[in-house]
């Protein structure tokens, strides 16, 4: 097991020489709250949701929170959210409930189940969460269940192109949905490298890597990604260029998987691919900094559109050492907030109106950013500016049984729904971030995109 210091005497990989940067701009200021959340409080919200989910959707993927009715994904239950939500509770000291929803997984987790499952979540989830939860607790059996389900997996990579399809058959190993994007294409790396090294068995890593190079290879003479490609035949049906939902953890992952296995082909893709976002997406022509829509193939700006998925920007920068660039983003991220009190999905930077999808689906993101931007730069505003964003969440989107998104966040109208990742990411960034630093050793691991935990090793 290895809880709280996980692993600190691994070492952080070094990223090489970055080009240096100005210094850090100010952070910006935080919205106001009425007062300053603590990590017990957080903590606490977490058993909150928790119990929800335990009273009224025991062994289903999700609790509906409104009507306090179990929701599946697929119709049969995969355990979403106690898988995502097990090394959030090791993390939190909540032994009991650890041991609950071990218990659950253990005994009733199957993954020989005729039903055809998209890859990218299931991987992110599941994958990333057993392999978690495997590394944290030691128990053999999460390893053999995270096998299994990368076994069944493996055939959505036939195709001719060696990119996956979007969704495969767990039983049958039939993919369908041959039109993608980079993210679902290129947010396999952590979780099947990983499961790779803990195996011995390199198809998974070679599997999952030949994907991202094949979608590498498929760039713009500019450097740029669309936004959807059919992986039989890598010619891509929308050319739209962009680093939100659909692109987005394809420029985390290629960073991420050059940090967690020193793997020098991705710090090459990312070192190409990072200059060409900046360069034709950035966008500071309405105060401040943002990152728009382009053509791949012309970088002419087609939107202005950015968003709660765009604001894990600011932590994938100061991951990778541009803390001045992040710490510019993030400010635009926390005017969001400012703006209209929670985020919306998707506002119009050139206006600052909110765009065609006013919710707040109780995303993680831009506690992400603020918890990697306190960590990286030690800059308590950081923190200040993380706490109000979850006393508003904790504010607006509380329900007697947990959480629910946000159907207008102009209105606060609830909608019936708790994702998973409330477990995975949001509560868990929230606590990271008000919890002391010495909870977790940033230098030991690496989230992957669903904020799973993966030990860093040589």
Same mark, same amino acid.
């Given at each position: 097991m290895y809880l709280l210091g996980l692993i600190a005497a691994?070492?952080?990989?070094?990223l090489g020489s970055a080009p240096s940067a100005p210094s850090a701009p100010s952070a910006p200021s935080a919205p106001s709250a009425p007062s300053a959340p603590s990590a017990p409080e957080v903590r606490a919200a977490f058993l909150h949701?928790?119990?929800?989910?335990?009273?009224?959707?025991?062994?289903?993927?999700?609790?509906?929170?409104?009507?306090?009715?179990?929701h599946d994904w697929y119709g049969?239950?995969?355990?979403?959210?106690?898988?995502?939500?097990?090394d959030t509770m090791l993390l939190m000291g909540l032994t009991d409930e650890a041991a609950d929803a071990k218990r659950l997984i253990l005994e009733r987790l199957s993954f020989d189940q005729d039903i055809s499952v998209q890859v990218f979540e299931v991987t992110i989830r599941l994958l990333g969460g057993l392999l978690s939860g495997y590394e944290m607790d030691g128990d053999p059996r999460f390893l053999r269940?995270?096998?299994?389900?990368?076994?069944?997996?493996?055939?959505?990579?036939?195709?001719?192109?060696?990119?996956?399809?979007?969704?495969?058959n767990l039983r049958t190993g039939e993919p369908r949905d041959p039109v993608s994007n980079p993210a679902e294409i290129g947010t396999l790396m952590l979780e099947f490298g990983t499961l790779a090294r803990l195996t011995g068995r390199p198809v998974y890593y070679d599997t999952a890597k030949r994907a991202a190079e094949q979608l590498f290879a498929r760039r713009s003479a500019l450097g740029l990604v669309g936004s959807t490609i059919d992986v039989r035949t890598g010619a891509w049906q929308d050319s739209t260029s962009h680093v939100g939902g659909g692109i987005d953890s394809w420029y985390e992952y290629l960073l991420k998987s050059w940090r967690l296995f020193g793997d020098d082909d991705f710090r090459r893709m990312w070192e190409a691919s990072v200059g060409p976002m900046h360069r034709w997406l950035a966008d500071e022509r309405f105060g401040g900094l943002w990152y728009g829509q382009a053509d791949m193939a012309t970088g002419a700006r087609t939107? %202005? *559109?950015?968003?709660?998925?765009? /604001?894990? &920007?600011p932590a994938v920068l100061a991951l990778a050492g541009d803390?001045?660039?992040?710490?510019?983003?993030?400010a635009s991220v926390n005017r969001m907030w400012t703006a209209f009190g929670v985020e919306p999905e998707t506002v119009d930077y050139a206006t600052m109106t909110i765009g065609d999808?006013?919710?707040?689906?109780?995303?993680?993101?831009?506690?992400?950013?603020?918890?990697?931007?306190?960590?990286?730069?030690?800059?308590?505003?950081?923190?200040?500016?993380?706490?109000?964003?979850?006393?508003?969440?904790?504010?607006? %989107? *509380?329900?007697?049984?947990?959480? /629910?998104? &946000?159907?207008?966040?102009?209105?606060?109208?609830?909608?019936?729904?708790?994702h998973s990742f409330l477990f995975a990411e949001t509560l868990k960034y929230a606590y990271l971030l008000l919890a002391p630093p010495a909870t977790?050793?940033?230098?030991?691991?690496?989230?992957?995109?669903?904020?799973?935990?993966?030990?860093?090793?040589?």
């Open positions: 691994v070492q952080l990989l070094t949701a928790w119990q929800g989910y335990r009273r009224y959707a025991w062994g289903h993927d999700d609790l509906d929170p409104l009507s306090r009715k179990p049969v239950p995969l355990l979403m959210t106690p898988v995502d939500a097990f269940l995270a096998t299994d389900l990368g076994d069944r997996l493996l055939p959505a990579f036939r195709s001719p192109t060696g990119m996956p399809f979007r969704y495969v939107g %202005t *559109r950015f968003g709660s998925l765009e /604001a894990f &920007l803390t001045a660039r992040a710490a510019r983003l993030m999808e006013p919710g707040y689906e109780l995303r993680p993101e831009s506690l992400e950013s603020a918890y990697y931007l306190y960590r990286l730069t030690g800059d308590e505003r950081y923190r200040t500016i993380g706490a109000a964003m979850w006393t508003a969440i904790d504010r607006w %989107t *509380r329900t007697d049984a947990g959480f /629910a998104a &946000l159907a207008d966040v102009r209105t606060r109208t609830k909608r019936d729904r708790m977790l050793d940033l230098n030991a691991v690496v989230f992957n995109t669903e904020a799973h935990p993966l030990r860093l090793m040589r």
